[in-house]
């Protein structure tokens, strides 16, 4: 007995009692910082997407009200005349070089009624570069202040898009009268009116007919608003394949259970490319350059996640 007392009191004495207490605390310590940890992470990545979201969303709304507004760019006057053409610039093709504008004449006292103010003869607005119409003709009896609507060629490459700037060549007008002696034109002022929504118009140095006839062109180019809306549609278009693709990996690898209302997702997404597309500003024609390096793989990797998926539940047991 004495003997298993003492054996009992040595194996006593071996244990401290600091030892379990020292080990036990460390243990829950690690657990609760893991939890902590862990605990953070979603918290984390939440206030991350948040944060972008919101900080794309600011800069959207920025970039939109920076825009230009419509308002004269451009206005001119020559010795001697009080006449002027007035060019409204209201939309562009960009496919086909043109912007459509309306012409109009105000100051034309030599040629009108001094009590009604109307046109006592024909006479014709002539422009350099000539418009894809020809001369913009007014008639007798009407106001010169009735706009006329023609198109003023530009040159440029819309396939560049949304890069793609345009140029026309030096806005020189003059008016001659019609009839048996017109007579050479009179050279007049030009006044541009910018009524292009998403685009930046300004005046620039162009090729002139002859050094004597000094008059800067227009260089119309998409306004920063334009170009961040653009580049955040087409950032959509790209994202969409590598959420497709990512789900369908994951439940392939059966890291995540299949479900099956998740197709129509799948479908979803596909049928989202081709409405985005459309809503690009000033979307080019189809086969551009966006076509062939976004949207034409956005399909592919979306139909390759469908395909991942229904392979999932095939093999899904």
Do not use: C
């Amino acid at each position: 007995m004495r003997a298993k007392r003492d054996g009992l009191s040595r194996g006593a004495s071996d244990m401290t009692p600091e030892q379990p207490v020292t080990t036990g605390a460390a243990e829950v310590a690690g657990a609760a910082g893991g939890r902590r940890s862990h605990s953070w992470a979603p918290v984390s990545v939440l206030v991350l997407v948040v944060t972008v979201i919101a900080l794309t969303y600011v800069a959207t709304i920025l970039a939109y009200w920076s825009m230009p507004g419509t308002g004269i760019i451009y206005q001119d006057s020559v010795a001697g005349s009080s006449a002027r053409a007035h060019v409204d610039l209201e939309r562009i093709d960009e496919v086909n070089n043109k912007i459509t504008a309306r012409i109009w004449l105000s100051g034309a006292r030599s040629f009108t009624d001094p009590m009604t103010g109307r046109l006592t003869g024909d006479i014709e607005i002539l422009f350099y570069p000539a418009l894809d119409a020809g001369p913009v003709l007014l008639h007798q009896g009407h106001l010169p202040t009735q706009s006329a609507e023609t198109t003023l060629p530009v040159s440029g490459d819309h396939l560049v898009w949304p890069f793609d700037h345009y140029a026309s060549g030096a806005l020189i007008a003059a008016v001659r009268p019609m009839g048996a002696n017109p007579g050479p034109p009179l050279r007049v002022g030009v006044e541009v009116f910018d009524e292009l929504h998403g685009w930046d118009v300004h005046t620039g140095d162009v090729q002139r007919p002859t050094p004597a006839l000094a008059a800067p062109g227009l260089v119309v180019e998409r306004s920063f608003g334009a170009l961040i809306f653009a580049i955040l549609l087409t950032a959509m278009i790209a994202v969409l394949p590598v959420l497709g693709l990512f789900v369908a990996v994951q439940t392939a690898r059966s890291r995540r259970i299949f479900y099956p209302p998740m197709t129509t997702w799948f479908a979803a997404l596909l049928f989202a490319i081709i409405p985005l597309r459309t809503v690009l500003p000033g979307a080019p024609e189809p086969g551009a350059w966006i076509d062939v390096t976004v949207v034409l793989w956005a399909i592919v990797g979306l139909v390759t996640a469908m395909v991942i998926y229904v392979y999932a539940w095939w093999s899904a047991p």
